[in-house]
T-cell receptor
Framework: NAGVMQNPRHLVRRRGQEARLRCSPMKGHSHVYWYRQLPEEGLKFMVYLQKENIIDESGMPKERFSAEFPKEGPSILRIQQVVRGDSAAYFC?????????????FGPGTRLTVL | DQQVKQNSPSLSVQEGRISILNCDYTNSMFDYFLWYKKYPAEGPTFLISISSIKDKNEDGRFTVFLNKSAKHLSLHIVPSQPGDSAVYFCAAKRSGGQNFVFGPGTRLSVLP
């Protein structure tokens, strides 16, 4: 049973380019969460999605960032016109439902470096 | 405003001794708490959790204590092993909420 998959593991972009980060949740999980970890900091919640719906995007910057979780395929976190401050590790987590008090299962992360 | 605080960025412990990692929170609406462990270049992995209706939860070498009046929880690892060396994150979830609020982490080094 594969865990949460994220790709790419490492992504290098120049300022102004677009970054696309992909997350495939664990089998049977329909809830996806994106977190960002800046150097020397904890994980900060960005957005929570269910299939085809954004449930909570309170942690996501209003500009340049967007997320989706289509009916088919992985969840995508898109960052347009990247800036150096976007350099961070982006983690995706999944859970079977929102009311479960079980833990969220995390992927290995995508490390984004903006040159 | 940090709602979940881990005031010790790092901790070193001798193998076989007890490791105590501390976490404080400010939001009284939090009712579920977890500890995650993270190795370099990997995602966090779940370690142990506790609901606010309890004050202690034990799983093998790991015990989490919750003091609601002090808004404080701690993770005890005994005996500590070199493989426990990692960054430990405290996380909290409020009643009815879906996402976790993470602390900044404590880097534990268990020395052989």
């Amino acid at each position: 049973n594969a865990g949460v998959m994220q790709n790419p593991r490492h992504l290098v972009r120049r300022r102004g380019q677009e970054a696309r980060l992909r997350c495939s949740p664990m089998k049977g999980h329909s809830h996806v969460y994106w977190y960002r970890q800046l150097p020397e900091e904890g994980l900060k919640f960005m957005v929570y999605l269910q299939k085809e719906n954004i449930i909570d995007e309170s942690g996501m910057p209003k500009e340049r960032f967007s997320a989706e979780f289509p009916k088919e395929g992985p969840s995508i976190l898109r960052i347009q016109q990247v800036v150096r401050g976007d350099s961070a590790a982006y983690f995706c987590a999944s859970s079977p439902d929102s009311h479960s008090y079980n833990e969220q299962f995390f992927g290995p992360g995508t490390r984004l470096t903006v040159l | 405003d940090q709602q979940v605080k881990q005031n010790s960025p790092s901790l070193s412990v001798q193998e076989g001794r007890i490791s105590i990692l501390n976490c404080d929170y400010t939001n009284s609406m939090f009712d579920y708490f977890l500890w995650y462990k993270k190795y370099p270049a990997e995602g966090p992995t779940f370690l142990i959790s506790i609901s606010s209706i309890k004050d202690k939860n034990e799983d093998g070498r790991f015990t989490v204590f919750l003091n609601k009046s002090a808004k404080h929880l701690s993770l005890h690892i005994v005996p500590s092993q070199p493989g426990d060396s990692a960054v430990y994150f405290c996380a909290a979830k409020r009643s009815g909420g879906q996402n976790f609020v993470f602390g900044p982490g404590t880097r534990l080094s268990v020395l052989p």
